[in-house]
């Protein structure tokens, strides 16, 4: 190439970095058409799939009209990105042959987390009433969604992962740059950008910045608008409420098996191996984002002098409280190991008696 220089004028030089240019961008392009295309012929191929399934289940004149308790029950987990969610899906995945369950991915357009209202409609009734469908456990990245509102019977069950906001945020950095372990050859959002995540930081980059925390709590909070409103008050107070009230279990990142542990005791129809699995399967901690450095306690200290960071590790703190609390009355240890509670109630004096 320096030879080249030496050897063109500089007029044939700047029409040769133009032309180059202009070949760069036209690949570029392409290569976004065919990332549209694959994402096209994806959605494609899962409606031929539902097409098929729901075509079968019709034809099966010999299932039963109506549905036991114990399979009338549908599991939402809407994971919020880099919380360890695909480790833990994969499992609902190996475990759905064998304990008799639908495993179903909810592919928003561009990952919205947020619905339509009439998507929110169609939503809640393809989860209700999609009886071959149940028991069905459905998870994607969408804000927690109130089924009440809608007049449902029977509301599914929610349960979610939180993580460490600024972990978080810098596993989610990093993703956007090198991707991980799982898909390595799929192009990235933001690939080729090499800065670290302590450069962005000193940079005041957007990617790094402390709005980019700000996505626990409006997953929590849901559908409202002022969920998605960057520092809401009334936001952090929802997200608490619906953690406590609309979720069956919240676990953390960092205490991964044991929320495994505790949801195969509570739910076994759907969990039952799930801990031997997430401790011998070759799948468990699955996805490793690649290329992954750890901020130095200055980047730390700048975002933690942000009103966002105190108020997602405020809600973080609260999780990871709850999420105690719950444990200490699940399991017990022994020897440096968890076991879980045996059945510590029973009924007496119960009238009339029986003959």
Same mark, same amino acid.
């Given at each position: 190439?320096?030879?080249?220089?030496?050897?063109?004028?500089? #007029?044939?030089?700047?029409?040769?970095?133009?032309?180059?240019?202009?070949?760069?961008?036209?690949? $570029?392009?392409?290569?976004?058409?065919?990332?549209?295309?694959?994402?096209?012929?994806?959605?494609?191929?899962?409606?031929?799939?539902?097409? %098929?399934? $729901?075509?079968?289940?019709?034809?099966?004149?010999?299932?039963?009209?109506?549905?036991?308790?114990?399979?009338?029950?549908?599991?939402?987990?809407?994971?919020?990105?880099?919380?360890?969610?695909?480790?833990?899906?994969?499992?609902?995945?190996?475990?759905?042959? #064998?304990?008799?369950?639908?495993?179903?991915?909810?592919?928003?357009?561009?990952?919205?987390?947020?619905?339509?209202?009439?998507?929110?409609?169609?939503?809640?009734?393809?989860?209700?009433?999609?009886?071959?469908?149940?028991?069905?456990?459905?998870?994607?990245?969408?804000?927690?969604?109130?089924?009440?509102?809608?007049?449902? *019977?029977?509301?599914?069950? =929610?349960?979610?992962?939180?993580?460490?906001?600024? $972990?978080?945020?810098?596993?989610?950095?990093?993703?956007?740059?090198?991707?991980?372990?799982?898909?390595?050859?799929?192009?990235?959002?933001?690939?080729?950008?090499?800065?670290?995540?302590?450069?962005?930081?000193?940079?005041?980059?957007?990617?790094?910045?402390?709005?980019?925390?700000?996505?626990?709590?409006?997953?929590?909070?849901?559908? =409202?608008?002022?969920?998605?409103?960057?520092?809401?008050?009334?936001?952090?107070?929802?997200?608490? =409420?619906?953690?406590?009230?609309? =979720?069956?279990?919240?676990?953390?990142?960092?205490?991964? $098996?044991?929320?495994?542990?505790?949801? %195969?005791?509570?739910?076994?129809?759907?969990?039952?191996?799930?801990? %031997?699995?997430?401790?011998?399967?070759?799948?468990?901690?699955?996805?490793?984002?690649?290329?992954?450095?750890?901020?130095? *306690?200055?980047?730390?200290?700048?975002?933690?002098?942000?009103?966002?960071?105190?108020?997602?590790?405020?809600?973080?703190?609260?999780?990871?409280?709850?999420?105690?609390?719950?444990?200490?009355?699940?399991?017990?240890?022994?020897?440096?190991?968890?076991?879980?509670?045996?059945?510590?109630?029973?009924? %007496?004096?119960?009238?009339? *008696?029986?003959?």
């Amino acid at each position: 190439m320096g030879l080249l220089r030496i050897m063109m004028p500089p #007029k044939f030089q700047l029409l040769a970095m133009l032309a180059f240019g202009v070949a760069m961008l036209f690949l $570029e392009n392409q290569i976004q058409k065919l990332e549209e295309s694959r994402g096209k012929l994806e959605r494609a191929i899962a409606r031929h799939e539902v097409r %098929e399934i $729901e075509e079968r289940h019709t034809m099966d004149s010999s299932r039963s009209l109506e549905l036991d308790e114990s399979n009338d029950v549908v599991i939402i987990y809407n994971r919020v990105p880099k919380t360890a969610s695909t480790s833990f899906t994969n499992i609902a995945y190996d475990l759905c042959g #064998k304990n008799k369950y639908h495993v179903l991915h909810i592919n928003t357009t561009k990952n919205n987390p947020v619905m339509s209202l009439q998507d929110q409609v169609r939503f809640v009734r393809n989860v209700t009433s999609w009886r071959e469908m149940k028991p069905g456990f459905y998870h994607g990245h969408v804000a927690f969604l109130d089924f009440t509102k809608f007049g449902v *019977k029977r509301k599914p069950i =929610y349960i979610n992962v939180v993580r460490d906001p600024i $972990e978080r945020l810098v596993s989610y950095y990093y993703f956007l740059r090198f991707g991980d372990d799982y898909r390595p050859g799929l192009r990235r959002r933001k690939q080729g950008d090499k800065k670290t995540f302590d450069e962005c930081v000193g940079a005041g980059g957007s990617d790094c910045a402390a709005e980019k925390l700000w996505l626990q709590i409006p997953f929590f909070c849901g559908h =409202y608008s002022e969920c998605w409103n960057v520092g809401s008050r009334w936001a952090v107070e929802q997200a608490k =409420y619906n953690l406590v009230n609309e =979720y069956l279990l919240v676990g953390v990142t960092e205490e991964l $098996e044991d929320f495994i542990m505790m949801l %195969e005791a509570a739910l076994p129809r759907y969990f039952r191996g799930a801990t %031997e699995l997430y401790r011998t399967g070759k799948k468990s901690h699955l996805r490793k984002t690649s290329e992954k450095k750890p901020p130095t *306690k200055e980047s730390i200290a700048k975002l933690q002098q942000s009103d966002i960071w105190k108020m997602e590790n405020e809600f973080y703190e609260f999780a990871l409280e709850q999420f105690q609390f719950v444990r200490a009355h699940a399991v017990r240890e022994k020897d440096g190991e968890l076991y879980i509670l045996a059945q510590n109630f029973f009924y %007496e004096k119960i009238y009339p *008696k029986m003959n």
